[in-house]
Each structure stands twice: as structure tokens, then as C-alpha cells.
């Protein structure tokens, strides 16, 4: 309370100032003296306590990984507050690496509360190592081992196949056919793991098939079975003469001789070529041929054919007039006309040759000689007749008209000798190929036919025109004659067959007849042709 006195104890550095060094004091409670006054001096004594600073230190931790765990940071003195990225505890001092993220991060720890004290910590979250592995595969069996490669290494291989654990060594052989996982482990500061898949086809294989036998001429199509490998073939075909043929899966030859192919097969992943052959065997064809005994002709034509062929072969087909024929020496009967293409398949050893012969055989249709004439009837007033050709299939034409006289018209006229005869008269109708027909028909030339009917006689006895009589010149058969008179009531009063018989007027037992009108008929033939011919008149009679 009053000042000028003298301070003292543990930690004084200067009496009259009462100046206290804590840290001369030192930690602990220490009694300071305070004495005032000369005459009456006055003493108190204060107990002062020197606390010791709190220890912060943050104990080391880390580095850690982004994907560990929480973890409690730790200090020389507990009990304070803690700060910093990634503190989810601030004070259990809980420390999240996947919340702080891949960085380096200050951590803050403050501690105690009349004489504060702080420390930092730099701590350090690592991403985890990259187990990317370098794609591997596909592999073929049979193709040599091969080292896997990630990232980051070192690391640790693992799986069917792996024959060295460091050195990512795959043997291909010893893993087999199929599709195996094989695992990585890293082994640095964050390990990670990763996984692979490779794929092991089993060994190369080809095989060319079928040995065949082809007939000379023919193509075959040479296929192939592949197994194994990878898929991404690649072929490569060659004759005997180590002529490259093609490079695909199948090839097409038409060998003319007997030939042994070989296909050799690689792919990505074989370095050893396969391969495999294949023969083609050829047979020699027939060599048909074959002929006929006849190559025209009319119709109906028989023709025989024969198997002329270098080797006569075991089955002959031929193909005559939409006719099949299995015999090799077959005969076949045209029967309408035209111009036939012959064929003929020999077949020996399998192989078959044909050959046809275009219009080989041509056959015509017979003639067929057919005329008309007119007029019908011919008398020697007018002998001239025309002639009409009705013949069918005929190429030219030949008439003889049987009086010395010829024609070769289609339809000619004729002009007959001027006297009653009868005539053979014939049309030759022909062809290119001689199939002709003939036809004769008699032409009649007749006489002319005269006679006169008076039509009044007067039977009155004065010795003038006493008698009737029908005469008759020419042109009729007296042979075949007759004559009627009728009355007038149609009965027959007289007749005759004598063309030379006259009439006198009388009837019956001599009466004579009354004068009027009587009618008269003659039927007679004619000479050349014996058609009947009738005539009718009137006759008068007068006395």
C-alpha cells in the first residue's frame, strides 16, 4: 500500500523495484516480503505461484494414405484443442486422411490456459500406388512366356500361369486354353491391386480336306478346318510347283492334271506356320462322238445311230426328237418333218463329255399331189382346160397331160387335141429331198352332141312329112336310147329304143291319133362319159 520499502525473496531481481523473474524464481510458491518504513517499519508477506509452461510437441504421425483410417494425433500435455485439414475431432485430435485428401496438411495444437502453448505438424496423405497393368493377350499356347508390366512398381504377380512372382513372368503353356485373371499388388508406401484377364487360345491347327477325284474340266472348291489360335488368320495356298493359288479360308481350282495343294496357316499370335495338303485327282473325259446312217430323208424316217466316242464308256444317254434313249446305239423314227439337233452323253469312270450336233437329221413331210379342173365337161367344140394345184408340201411341180405335152406351172392351162378321147393326166408334186407323190386323173373329151326333135309331122298321107323321128347325129350311145310320146292325159301312146324307129301317128292297134298337142321324152347316154341325159318337148300333129 505504501511505497519506498524493500521487496525480497525467491525471484526478487530488484529490492527496491520489487521487479519478480518467474523464471528466476523458478516453478513453485514462493513468499515475497514486502518491508516499509524506517521508524516504524511494516512487513507483509504474498505467496506467488510460478506455474511451468505447458509442452505442446505433437507427436509424428504419417505419412499416411488417402484411404486409411481415422487416427488421434498425440502432444507432450494433453488436454488442448486441435486444428487443421482433415481434424474431425478438434479434441480427441481425430485426423481423417480421406477428409484431409492427397496434400500435405498443418496440423494446429494449442494447450493450456494461464500460459497457452502451440506447436504445428506438417502431415503428409499419399495417394494410393496406380496398379495399372499394360494390356497382355490374347496368347497362344505354344508361343513363348512373356513379363507383365504395371505402373508402379515393385509390386507382387499372382495367378494361373505366373511363373515368377516379381518379374510378372506368364507362361502361356502352363496357364492353358481359356481366359485367366491374374492379380497385381503394388508393394510402396499405398499399395493397390488390379486385375487382368488374358485370354490363352490353344495351339494352331489346320487340316485341307477331301482328297478327290474331279472329272477333266470340272472345278472343286478345296476347304479347310481350322482350330485354335487366335482367330486373326492369315493363309496362304501353293500348287506343287510352289505357284501361289490365293490366301483365303477356301480356294477354286480346275486342275487338268493330277495336283497335290498346300495351305500354310500363321496368325498374331502363332510364330510357327502350320500346314496341310490335299490332293486333286483328275480322270480323263470320254471324248464323245457318233454318227448316223442317214442325215435326210422323208417322213416317216427311221435313222440308227452309233457310239463313235474314243472310249465307248460304260452308259450312253442320247436326246433324239424329245425322245431319251439309254441304248449306245440306239434307232429312232422321225415322223414329222424338220431339221433335229442329236445329242449324246457318254459316261466313263464318273465323268461324263456330251456333244450335239445342231440339225444333224432333216426330214421332209411326203409330197401330197391333189388337182382340180374345169370345166367338168369337155367336148371337142372347146378342149381347153385349167387346171387348179391342191397339192400340200410340194416344192415344185410336173404336169404330163397324156397327149405328149408337158408343164411345169402351178396351175397351168391346157389345150386338148380337137377329137373325143380320154386323156391320163398326172401332177408329179416334188420336194428338195425327192419325198414326191404322183396323182392321175382320166380327162374325157366328148363328141359333140347333135341331134334335132321336129316339133310337127302331118301323117295325112301325101307322102309329106308322114313320120316323127328324134334325129341323132353324134355324141350318144345308141345303145342307150329311149323315147315315150304321152297324150294329153300323160299315157304313153308310143316308144322305142332304136334311135332310128319313126312314128306314124298311129297307136294301139293301129288307130290313129286325133290331131293336137302330144308331149315327147328321149333319155340317152353319151359316149365318153355315160352320163344319162333326159330331154322333154312338144310335138304337134296335124292332118
Not at 391320163?424 to 373329151?445: F, H, K, R, S
Not at 309329106?464 to 304313153?492: C, K, L
Amino acid at each position: 500500500a505504501d511505497g519506498g520499502g524493500t521487496w525480497s525473496g525467491t525471484g526478487i531481481t530488484d529490492a527496491n523495484a520489487g521487479t519478480f523473474d518467474p523464471g528466476t524464481a523458478g516453478v513453485g510458491t514462493h513468499t515475497i516480503t514486502y518491508t516499509v518504513g524506517t521508524i516504524c517499519p511494516e512487513t507483509d508477506t504474498y505467496d506467488v505461484t510460478v506455474e511451468a509452461l505447458p509442452d505442446p510437441t505433437i507427436t509424428a504421425q504419417g505419412p499416411f494414405c488417402e484411404t486409411d483410417g481415422s487416427t488421434n494425433f498425440a502432444a507432450a500435455d494433453g488436454g488442448g484443442t486441435w486444428s487443421g485439414t482433415g481434424i474431425t475431432d478438434a479434441n480427441a485430435g481425430t485426423f481423417d486422411p480421406g477428409t484431409a485428401g492427397v496434400g500435405t496438411h498443418t496440423i494446429t495444437y494449442t494447450v493450456g490456459i494461464l500460459c497457452p502453448e502451440t506447436d504445428t505438424y506438417d502431415v503428409v496423405v499419399q495417394a494410393l500406388d496406380d496398379p495399372s497393368i499394360d494390356p497382355a493377350g490374347p496368347l497362344c499356347q505354344g508361343a513363348g512366356t512373356v513379363n507383365l508390366t504395371a505402373a508402379t512398381t515393385p509390386g507382387t504377380w499372382s495367378g494361373t500361369g505366373i511363373t515368377d512372382v516379381n518379374a510378372g513372368t506368364f507362361d502361356p503353356e502352363i496357364a492353358g486354353e481359356g481366359i485367366h485373371t491374374i492379380n497385381y499388388i503394388t508393394n510402396d508406401v499405398c499399395p493397390n491391386t488390379n486385375d487382368i484377364d488374358i485370354e490363352v487360345f490353344p495351339p494352331l491347327s489346320i487340316e485341307a480336306y477331301e482328297d478327290q477325284t474331279i472329272c477333266n474340266g470340272e472345278s472343286v472348291t478345296i476347304t479347310t478346318d481350322v482350330n485354335g489360335g487366335n482367330g486373326n488368320y492369315f493363309y496362304e495356298w501353293e500348287d506343287e510347283s510352289g505357284n501361289i493359288l490365293g490366301n483365303n479360308e477356301t480356294i477354286n481350282v480346275s486342275p487338268t492334271n493330277t495336283t497335290t495343294y498346300t495351305v500354310v496357316l500363321t496368325d498374331d499370335c502363332n510364330t510357327t506356320p502350320v500346314s496341310s495338303t490335299v490332293t486333286i485327282t483328275v480322270t480323263p473325259l470320254p471324248q464323245t462322238d457318233f454318227v448316223s446312217d442317214l442325215t435326210s430323208g422323208c417322213a416317216p424316217l427311221s435313222v440308227n445311230f452309233t457310239n463313235t466316242s474314243a472310249n465307248s464308256g460304260t452308259s450312253c444317254e442320247w436326246t433324239i426328237d424329245g425322245n431319251t434313249y439309254n441304248d449306245c446305239n440306239p434307232e429312232h423314227t422321225f415322223e414329222q418333218s424338220g431339221c433335229y439337233d442329236i445329242s449324246l452323253v457318254v459316261e466313263e469312270n464318273g465323268c461324263s463329255d456330251s456333244q450335239t450336233i445342231e440339225e444333224l437329221v432333216c426330214v421332209e413331210e411326203m409330197a401330197i399331189a391333189d388337182f382340180t379342173y374345169s370345166p367338168d365337161e369337155i367336148d371337142i367344140l372347146d378342149t381347153k382346160v385349167d387346171f387348179e394345184n391342191h397339192s400340200v408340201n410340194g416344192s415344185e411341180y410336173k404336169w404330163v397331160f397324156g397327149d405328149g405335152n408337158f408343164s411345169s406351172l402351178i396351175n397351168p392351162s391346157h389345150e386338148f387335141p380337137v377329137e373325143a378321147d380320154t386323156y391320163t393326166t398326172c401332177l408329179a408334186a416334188m420336194t428338195e429331198m425327192g419325198c414326191n407323190d404322183t396323182v392321175c386323173v382320166d380327162i374325157v373329151i366328148l363328141d359333140e352332141l347333135l341331134f334335132f326333135v321336129p316339133n310337127t309331122f302331118t301323117p295325112d298321107g301325101d307322102s309329106f312329112n308322114e313320120q316323127f323321128q328324134a334325129v341323132f347325129t353324134s355324141g350318144y350311145d345308141p345303145q342307150n336310147f329311149h323315147m315315150m310320146i304321152f297324150n294329153r292325159w300323160g299315157e304313153v301312146i308310143w316308144e322305142s329304143f332304136d334311135a332310128n324307129a319313126k312314128w306314124d301317128g298311129t297307136y294301139g292297134n293301129g288307130e290313129i291319133v286325133q290331131d293336137g298337142v302330144y308331149v315327147w321324152k328321149i333319155e340317152f347316154k353319151t359316149l365318153q362319159n355315160d352320163n344319162k341325159i333326159t330331154r322333154t318337148g312338144h310335138l304337134n300333129v296335124i292332118r
